[in-house]
């Protein structure tokens, strides 16, 4: 669902060091943290997924806010937003045409009340932010640093806002239907894990970390400081060597949990009865800016 990561390009990395030998992004190291056989079947097996409703919509509010501030400050406004969802849509379907099957061709009211659940959430985007006041920095930018000279982390910001006093603040936009408490230690993992980009490539650390609930029109504001982003950073690295450890072994144990619910591979998983695949032996990519083991997740996608 996204095109072969780059580095950013308004903020790269000076050289990459040739000691870097791997890559994570937040989303499959939340993968990992949540469950490791989850991490496995999506980062080493691949196991297709077929992507959701609620993971469409994301994607598709997602692109309508990026595509918002295109707009001249004035002209943000909730009819225009509403405008934008059904050119976005289309565009979606034409560039990921797994979404079309999503809907029974010819299913004009399902498309249509899918198109009005993603108009919902922006109300509930507009009743929290008023963006004719903003000027995000940066919109869906792919973000990188090197830590502990050998993993490069990387992922996508939703919106990047910098204050006139330079301070930043992350914002992540939420779109989920699922229970909250569920999915945000996950959320403020990767929230730190920008942070810990952030504070690594440009010296400051953010002020705000922002998460966004579009559904529920709550914001839920975080501040970290530079104590726990140097713990957060050895966090990462630990848990990328716990990965290693587990590919070395091919052990990736499931750990059951409330997020079962919405992972796409009971089916595969033996705490619900099934047989994983066979380790594939490929695993262990040497290029780490093309290792899709670490691919970050398209902005929406990951909800
Ligand atoms: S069903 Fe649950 S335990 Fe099994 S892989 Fe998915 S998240 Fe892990």
């Not at 990561?5 to 190291?29: E, F, G, K, M, Y």
């Not at 918002?68 to 990921?96: H, M």
């Not at 695949?277 to 691919?295: C, E, T, V």
Request: proline share 10%; charged share 25%.
């Amino acid at each position: 669902m996204t095109a072969e990561p780059v580095i950013d390009q308004q903020h790269p990395p000076a050289a990459l060091p040739a000691t870097v030998r791997a890559s994570l992004s937040p989303s499959r190291a939340a993968d990992f943290k949540t469950c490791p056989l989850l991490y496995r079947f999506r980062s080493i097996d691949r196991l297709p997924e077929r992507p959701s409703v609620e993971q469409a919509r994301g994607t598709l509010v997602h692109a309508v806010l990026e595509r918002l501030f295109d707009l001249p400050a004035g002209g943000r406004t909730p009819q225009a937003a509403g405008d934008l969802v059904g050119p976005q849509w289309d565009r979606l379907v034409t560039e990921q045409p797994e979404l079309a099957g999503l809907f029974d061709p010819g299913d004009e009211p399902g498309t249509a009340e899918f198109l009005r659940s993603a108009a919902a959430l922006l109300e509930g985007y507009f009743a929290v932010e008023d963006p004719r006041r903003l000027e995000p920095a940066e919109r869906e930018s792919l973000i990188s640093a090197v830590v502990d000279d050998e993993l490069l982390i990387r992922g996508y910001l939703d919106r990047l806002d910098v204050a006139p006093d330079g301070a930043l603040r992350v914002v992540d936009y939420k779109t989920g239907g699922a229970p909250r408490e569920a999915f945000e230690a996950r959320a403020l993992f990767q929230l730190k894990f920008y942070a810990l980009v952030l504070w690594r490539t440009r010296g400051v650390v953010p002020r705000v970390l922002r998460l966004l609930y579009l559904k529920d029109a709550e914001v839920c504001d975080y501040s970290p400081d530079a104590d726990e982003l140097l713990r957060f950073e050895r966090t990462v690295v630990a848990l990328w060597q716990a990965i290693e450890q587990a590919t070395a072994r091919q052990d990736f144990r499931p750990r059951p949990s409330r997020l079962c619910d919405w992972c796409n591979h009971q089916a595969h998983c033996p705490t619900f009865g099934g047989t994983p695949p066979p380790f594939p032996q490929r695993a262990g990519a040497a290029d780490p800016l093309r290792d899709a083991r670490s691919r970050p997740a398209t902005p929406g996608a990951d909800e």
